[in-house]
Protein backbone atom coordinates (compact mmCIF):
# COMPACT_ATOMS: atom_id res chain seq x y z
CA UNK A 1 0.00 0.00 0.00
CA UNK A 2 1.32 3.22 -0.60
CA UNK A 3 1.72 6.30 1.88
CA UNK A 4 -0.48 9.73 1.45
CA UNK A 5 2.23 11.54 0.35
CA UNK A 6 3.13 8.87 -2.36
CA UNK A 7 -0.27 9.02 -3.50
CA UNK A 8 -0.35 13.05 -4.04
CA UNK A 9 2.89 12.72 -5.57
CA UNK A 10 1.67 10.32 -8.15
CA UNK A 11 -1.84 11.83 -8.70
CA UNK A 12 0.25 15.54 -9.49
CA UNK A 13 2.47 13.72 -11.92
CA UNK A 14 -0.15 11.76 -13.84
CA UNK A 15 -4.00 13.02 -12.55
CA UNK A 16 -3.90 16.25 -11.66
CA UNK A 17 -4.96 17.61 -14.95
CA UNK A 18 -8.20 15.34 -14.92
CA UNK A 19 -8.66 16.33 -11.57
CA UNK A 20 -8.00 19.53 -11.86
CA UNK A 21 -11.14 19.74 -14.62
CA UNK A 22 -13.56 17.95 -12.45
CA UNK A 23 -12.62 20.15 -9.83
CA UNK A 24 -13.30 23.17 -12.23
CA UNK A 25 -10.09 25.19 -10.96
CA UNK A 26 -6.27 25.05 -11.16
CA UNK A 27 -4.52 23.71 -7.91
CA UNK A 28 -1.35 25.92 -8.74
CA UNK A 29 1.16 24.60 -6.89
CA UNK A 30 2.07 21.43 -6.16
CA UNK A 31 1.50 22.33 -2.44
CA UNK A 32 -1.82 23.88 -2.72
CA UNK A 33 -2.63 20.67 -4.46
CA UNK A 34 -1.84 18.51 -1.80
CA UNK A 35 -3.57 20.52 0.81
CA UNK A 36 -6.27 20.20 -1.31
CA UNK A 37 -5.72 16.57 -1.91
CA UNK A 38 -5.02 15.04 1.38
CA UNK A 39 -8.34 15.00 3.17
CA UNK A 40 -10.05 13.66 0.01
CA UNK A 41 -7.61 10.59 0.43
CA UNK A 42 -8.73 7.33 1.51
CA UNK A 43 -7.17 4.39 2.94
CA UNK A 44 -9.25 2.38 0.10
CA UNK A 45 -7.98 4.91 -2.46
CA UNK A 46 -4.19 4.01 -1.55
CA UNK A 47 -4.91 0.35 -1.49
CA UNK A 48 -7.54 0.41 -4.64
CA UNK A 49 -6.62 3.36 -6.95
CA UNK A 50 -3.93 2.06 -8.81
CA UNK A 51 -0.93 3.59 -10.44
CA UNK A 52 1.88 1.81 -12.95
CA UNK A 53 5.27 1.90 -11.64
CA UNK A 54 6.31 1.96 -14.82
CA UNK A 55 4.23 3.77 -17.12
CA UNK A 56 2.09 5.85 -13.95
CA UNK A 57 -1.34 5.26 -15.88
CA UNK A 58 -4.05 4.92 -13.64
CA UNK A 59 -7.45 3.28 -13.44
CA UNK A 60 -8.63 6.84 -15.10
CA UNK A 61 -6.26 7.18 -17.15
CA UNK A 62 -5.17 3.97 -18.87
CA UNK A 63 -2.66 3.41 -21.48
CA UNK A 64 -3.93 2.19 -25.01
CA UNK A 65 -2.18 -0.73 -26.67
CA UNK A 66 -3.64 -1.30 -30.10
CA UNK A 67 -6.45 -0.04 -29.87
CA UNK A 68 -7.27 -1.69 -26.15
CA UNK A 69 -6.78 -0.17 -22.63
CA UNK A 70 -4.65 -1.55 -20.47
CA UNK A 71 -5.54 -3.84 -17.20
CA UNK A 72 -3.81 -4.53 -13.97
CA UNK A 73 -1.67 -7.47 -13.91
CA UNK A 74 -1.00 -8.04 -10.15
CA UNK A 75 -3.54 -8.00 -7.19
CA UNK A 76 -1.11 -4.79 -6.51
CA UNK A 77 -2.07 -2.89 -9.54
CA UNK A 78 0.86 -0.89 -9.77
CA UNK A 79 2.04 -2.77 -13.12
CA UNK A 80 -0.44 -2.78 -16.01
CA UNK A 81 -0.32 -5.08 -19.09
CA UNK A 82 1.34 -2.56 -21.43
CA UNK A 83 4.13 -2.65 -18.77
CA UNK A 84 4.35 -5.98 -17.79
CA UNK A 85 6.61 -7.19 -21.17
CA UNK A 86 9.05 -3.83 -19.75
CA UNK A 87 9.22 -5.01 -16.40
CA UNK A 88 9.85 -9.02 -17.49
CA UNK A 89 12.79 -7.68 -19.87
CA UNK A 90 14.14 -5.64 -17.05
CA UNK A 91 14.48 -8.69 -14.70
ZN1 LIG B 1 2.09 0.72 -17.32
ZN1 LIG C 1 -1.11 1.12 -18.56
Redesign the pocket.
Known amino acids: MRTIDEHVQMMWENDHLPWCKEMGHDPGTFEDFAEQLRPQITEEDLKLVGV ?1 RV ?1 G ?1 TDNN ?2 VVLGDP ?1 YWVNDEHDL ?1 S ?2 KNTEASNK
Request: hydrophobic letters at 20%.
Open positions: CCCACCCAC
